[in-house]
């Protein structure tokens, strides 16, 4: 009191908060309507969404993130419409970003073809979701399911329910995996209603008018779902070592890219969204930023 007003200058102990590491279950869809080349395009929907995807994985914007790659539908007949297929037929195991190289030679080979098993797709991706979860529990982990059509083929065929039944499953469950789409076409009714489903709200439409389009659409939803899953909750860091922590006397600063550290405004029940507070104020385990200073 009545100092300078640098905490640096009166601090005991300092330590710097790491954001949880964002691990992205990419679900692909490559049945024959995504080789499609729409009006006013050199490329099909296929090419334009897979040259978003190694754009965005390449860029250094994406460190801290990890992208796992699995297409659907693969095989025939039962395995088909088996999750089961899905959830083991991964191709390209989880890569940390940035780095384009092994999902760039995940699309080796694959041709767009078949029909689209949107629920099996989406069983197999919560269930690789929840392995990485299981895995790395200090991670975020969400699934990304990137389609054109409805559901086509199997026993859901032309029916989102099913698959909206599993998104929601899985972010109720304890583990809370969210699921976020992203359609290509005109199908905004029917994946919102799967993305709002797994807790994501609404889907990301990609126009499909030229690739161009799509390519930059594609790494704005990208970049979106970046921003709403990297945590804004830090975990308490331990005294030093004989010491006891006063969580009374705890501060937390934010520095801009430019500009002077901030101190951020202790907000109990997060009113009005700004500041931070604890997970449980009696004996908290994590600092939480409130819903406005999070964005």
Known sequence: DGGSGDLAACATATATGELAPVDLVFMFDKSGSMDQVPSGSSMSKFQAVKAGILTFAADPTSSGMSA??????QGSGSAFCSASTYTSNITVVSTVLPDSTALTAGFVGITPNGNTPTEAALGGALAQANTLAATHPDHKVAVVMLTDGLPQGCDDDSDITP??????????AGTSIPTYVIGVGDLKTNLDTLAAAGGTSSAYILTDTNTTTTNSELIAALESIRGKTASCDFPLPPPPAGQTLNIDAVNVQFTPTTGAPETLTYNKDCTGGDGWHYDNASAPTQIDLCENTCN
């Open 163 to 172: 698959a909206s039944n599993e998104a929601k499953a899985a972010f109720s």
């Open 68 to 73: 796992q790659l699995t297409f659907f539908g």
